[in-house]
């Protein structure tokens, strides 16, 4: 190890992790809140990011070591998809589901239902001097994805008749509120805060569109994981003890007392629990959320290549994967650290 490399390992010099203000950031919260991270001899330094290109761009450039991330940017560095291209690894899937496609209360849900009358809708009786335009929150996002599979399957065609766009997701319910986009995909709580204000409402969630899809990751700087590879595995340790508390539905209520601090989401108790706690009040219709939210499970967790090549296939067919990548994903889904830490997390 380099003179540098060594200096880095010292705890003076923090872990920084970064996360964006989403219900999904739970286990990054419980962790800081229920003295996991010191539980397991870290010392971490939190970054509240707005949103995923700036998680992209500050792993990028290094100045964060790891992240809670959508599983597209992993690959987006780590496969060279874009002129960002850094080595990468995914040791931990945080969760899965989580999202929900939100649409504004100007479009009725007896008329669209569960989207099966968006497209008469759009050729009879669309009168806005712009395009349908739905907001999702990155290129190479699950939300992307689910939001196109959601509109193939109601017979829409992306440009021809709907417009996506890309927002940070606390944006996006003031720009549905404001008018300036009609719908949008996005996790927790962002479309319970435009559902439970009566800007919008809900056809579809994401464990309805793919059940069993992965969601964010853990996202680690190869770099990082050279230079201080135990607490690499530390901190997977200690993400998955808080991936296990916030799965527990006793626990819930806790939860969601945490995730209101103005330091994860901000988000009321009212907004947070319709998705965390009980049935999801969709605007519309009530939707049974045992399986909304998935933090933790047999299989859960685990960074497997079947659940990176759900993202890659999704990507390749919304038409967002490019002709070239540099290398495999098994380079950079690394089971053998999520096992480490397993392993770590059973003899402690």
Known sequence: MSKSAASRNNSRFPLRL???????????????????????????????????????????????????????????????????????????????????????????????????????????????????????????????????????????????????????????PRHLKAGTIDGFCVGEPWNSEAILDGTGWCPATSNELSHGHPEKVLLVAEAFIKERKEETIALVAALLDACRMCQDPGFRNELVSILEMKAYTGASKEVLKNSLAGDFDGGSETFHSDSFHVFHGETVNRPTIEKASWVLAGLRAIGSLPEITCGSISRIYREDIFHAAVNRAQSA
Not at 73 to 82: C, D, K, P, Q, V
Not at 139 to 156: E, K, M, Q, Y
Not at 162 to 167: C, D, G, H, M, T
């Open 18 to 172: 970064g996360y964006v203000p989403l219900s999904d950031c739970a286990p990054i919260a419980v962790a800081r809140e229920m003295g996991l991270f010191e539980r397991h001899g870290l010392n971490v330094s939190l970054s509240r990011e707005i949103g995923w290109a700036s998680v992209r761009d500050k792993i990028y450039y290094g100045e964060l070591d790891a992240a809670q991330s959508i599983a597209g940017i992993a690959l987006e560095l780590g496969l060279g998809f874009s002129e960002l291209r850094r080595e990468v690894a995914v040791p931990l899937i945080l969760n899965l589901h989580g999202n929900a496609i939100t649409l504004s209360s100007s479009l009725k849900p007896a008329e669209i239902k569960h989207g099966e009358g968006l497209k008469d809708h759009l050729k009879y009786a669309w009168k806005k001097n712009r395009p349908f335009t739905l907001a999702a929150t990155h290129r190479f996002s699950s939300h992307h994805i689910l939001l196109d599979t959601w509109l193939r399957r109601h017979g829409l065609v992306v440009p021809d008749e709907v417009e996506i766009i890309f927002l940070p997701p606390p944006l996006m």
